[in-house]
């Protein structure tokens, strides 16, 4: 019998000679999940010391209406708290610099890294705390040039040697999946480039998903992370690394989002059941996601999205879903069995042709974008048309190496011009 091409089979499909390649699992070793249990805070931090350093936004922490509730937790378990980063935006060079140059001097035994706020606060807090402990041993650090060398493919690709100050994450946005990956996504407008700080021991020792955080959101930042949290769960499920645990993940995690998603961007209806488990579900799927893309791997959106953040300031989140529909149409005949799968996660009705199935789940994602009314060409996100070619042309990366189908810097181009 003719085996199907390698896109078309999964693993542990049963067919003869199906053998299952060596692979590894990272993750949080302490996940607590569910409405309310942000007030565990304290009780989780004290499993790793008795200080913890605060980093937050101003909506996610400063000014939150959470923030006395978390401070008393962690008053209450003993916990001596100090601010020591508030996070503004994607985080830069220029701000964890400045962040782990304004570090408490001293001991740090029992330090414990807090991050409250959305992917970009948690990937600030991931830095600083990397960096913290893998200074240099003279006294005149340069910490522009610290950051960028424990950057990939810029500077000198120093790597994380010393264990980071352990980090719980708190997330209050349900979509980047921050809280449960192993990388920093950092960028310099200045030398214009967005780059990854990496390390396996990067992984947060904790992560806190309590829904409720999410309730202040506003729905352009429901839209912009929901569409990043299916972007990343769709791109790890069909990528050319793709690995068993995170497809798992993603076949539970995927349908939730998808049918929670649309609720989340109506005005509440009244029933308050439906939107807090819309809000859980969604949480869920962020979460999820997370871990799908640290075991695996991801695709086109995600990277041209960096390059878009980059040369028009994009949001991460808002790039992915510019990118999300294009991306697919490109992929839909190599990852065609994996889309078919998708589908019918979602709708176990669909159809039982491949073709048909993985038509329908497209479709049913671009029509996804355009409820969610983010903006749906190129040019409306302020990329002008004479930059598609530096676009197209700083677009590599790990992202664009995990694409089912290789897209060369000239197809890139011209598929750019298309969707401009």
């Known amino acids: 019998m003719q085996r199907p091409p390698d896109h078309q089979r999964t693993a542990g499909d049963g067919r003869e000679g199906d053998r299952l390649e060596a692979y590894d699992v990272v993750m949080p070793p302490v996940i607590r999940f569910g409405a309310g249990r ?38 209450a378990a003993g916990i001596e708290t100090t601010l020591v980063a508030e996070s503004a935006g994607e985080p830069t060079v220029d701000q964890v610099a400045a962040a782990v140059a304004a ?37 005149q650090v340069d910490f522009d040039a610290l950051v960028v060398d424990h950057l990939e493919g810029v500077g000198r690709g120093l790597p ?15 979509g980047t999946g921050a809280e449960a990956t192993r990388n920093a996504v950092i960028s310099c407008p200045r030398r214009r480039f967005k780059k990854s700080m990496r390390s396996p021991m990067m992984v947060p020792r904790a992560a806190i998903v309590d829904p409720d955080l999410t309730v202040s959101c506003d729905r352009d930042t429901r839209a912009a992370t929901g569409l990043d949290c299916i972007t990343q769960l769709i791109e790890a499920f069909t990528c050319r690394f793709k690995r068993p645990v995170p497809r798992a993940l993603v076949i539970d995690a995927l349908p939730r989002a998808v049918r929670a998603l649309p609720l989340l961007l109506r005005e509440p209806d009244g029933d308050a059941g439906t939107h807090a ?28 999205a960096a390059t878009l953040g980059v040369e028009c300031g994009t949001p991460h989140g808002v790039a992915c879903a510019v990118m999300l529909p294009l991306t ?41 974008c355009r409820d969610a009314g983010v903006p749906r060409r190129l040019g409306e996100i302020g990329l002008r048309r004479d930059r598609i070619g530096w676009v197209a042309e700083h677009c590599g990366g790990a992202s664009m190496r995990g694409n089912p189908v290789e897209v060369d810097a000239g197809r890139l181009r011209r598929l750019l011009e298309s969707h401009y």
């Open 103 to 139: 570090l408490p001097r001293g001991d740090r035994d029992g330090v414990v890294m807090v991050a409250v706020g959305g992917g970009s606060t948690i990937d600030l807090a991931k830095a600083v705390a990397a960096l913290a402990t893998n200074l240099p041993g003279d006294d």
């Open 38 to 75: 942000v007030s565990e805070l304290g009780e989780v931090v004290a499993l790793y010391g008795s200080r913890a350093w605060l980093v937050g936004g101003a909506r996610s922490l400063l000014r939150s209406p959470a923030r006395p509730a978390i401070e008393a937790g962690l008053a």
């Open 277 to 304: 488990a819309a809000r859980e579900a969604m949480s869920h799927a962020a979460l999820l996601s997370g871990i799908a893309l640290a075991n695996s791997g991801l695709g086109m959106a995600h990277g041209v």
């Open 328 to 368: 697919m149409r490109v992929n839909e005949e190599a990852a065609r069995a994996d889309y078919a799968l998708l589908e019918r996660a979602v709708d176990p009705a669909a159809s039982g042709d491949d073709a048909a199935a993985a038509a329908s789940f497209v479709s049913r994602v671009e029509r996804l």
């Open 160 to 174: 994380i040697r010393r264990w980071p100050l352990p980090l719980v994450a708190v997330p209050t946005t349900a």
